[in-house]
């Protein structure tokens, strides 16, 4: 049972990148609001941890997420100085493939809707600019100087130390075994209790669709893998000579970046292998398999990058549908927010997920145009 009390204004069930953003928006608004989360805070099992997640504006996937990628940016530079602590990294982020790649393309038109400052570069171009890159003729490049990373658990401590800080209440290894509506709000039961709220918000990472009662839509967790391969001439992959980085070879996207935090250059590879998996049983062991994939990228792309490997670790995405994200009130439940299916891409987003989260909770609407992400697209 809660050490303080049993009802609340608004639960948030997950307590990783969205779900501590969202507290912190909550408590931050002065709403009485509890966390719950199944394992430690932060912990491994789910897909915000680690030291660092690719942030751009050059945003191939859908240009209409970079008007979030403005506000995000806000919300990182005011976490940081609530917290006065570094969290964001603007390194600079490239997207490179084959001239007609949807990951060149696509970043070029972000950059020219939006206004963004970009360069389109050569191959050639690129390696005199970054001489840790080594792409094959014919593919190019586009440079924007506003992108990095964003350090994922220490932000993740940071939304969570500012919502304590707010007034917020949040357990930690605190399974939730299910949820109902009642006549006055919703009832949440976990392992270790029973609390009542007005509203409430899911998310819960890879366990959302677990939790949330619709047929609408699915969300399918997938086994990722990554690596941290030390270079053999480290000075050309610092933060300050070699950003973060997508490189699509027209069929995979790799994507990673500078050292940072844990030694050598981090490389991933977007739906590694494509396995679905059930999150309580996946094997969580990298294999030999999932170093090799990802070092034969280093030996291709990363001119004197591809030394000793120095780690190897794997996480979760959870993809919706059609692989953009899922925020919206439950149809049959209009005091029920999920935020999930965020597909791989979600956690550059968490501080402005959060905020949107919070309004639909708390107001029942947002001011950001959220209708991409709307669950009656399915």
Known sequence: MSRHQDKFEVIVIGMGGMGTATTYHLARRGIDVLGLEQYDIPHSKGSSHGSTRVIRKAYHEDASYVSLLHRAYELW?????????????????????????????????ACEEHSLTYDRLSAGELSERFPGFELPDGFEAVYQPDGGFVDAQNSVVAHVERAHAHGAEIHGREAVEGWQSTTDGVRVTTEKGSYSADRLVISAGAWTGELVETDDFSLSPERQALAWIQPEKPDLFSMDSFPAFGVSDGENLHYGTPVYGVPGVKIG??????????????????????ERVLRDFADSYLRDGAGPTMGLKTCIYTNSPDENFVIDRLPNHSNVVVAGGFSGHGYKFASVVGEIAADLAADG?????IDLFSLDRF
């Open 77 to 109: 530079e005011q976490l940081e100085t609530e917290r006065d602590e570094r969290l964001l990294y603007k390194t600079g982020s490239v997207s490179a493939g084959p001239p007609t790649s949807e990951l060149v393309t696509g970043a070029t038109e």
């Open 269 to 290: 590879r977007h739906h590694h292998f494509e396995q679905d998996v059930d999150p309580d049983e996946m094997d969580r062991e990298p294999t030999d398999r999932d």
């Open 365 to 369: 609407t947002t001011s950001h145009d």
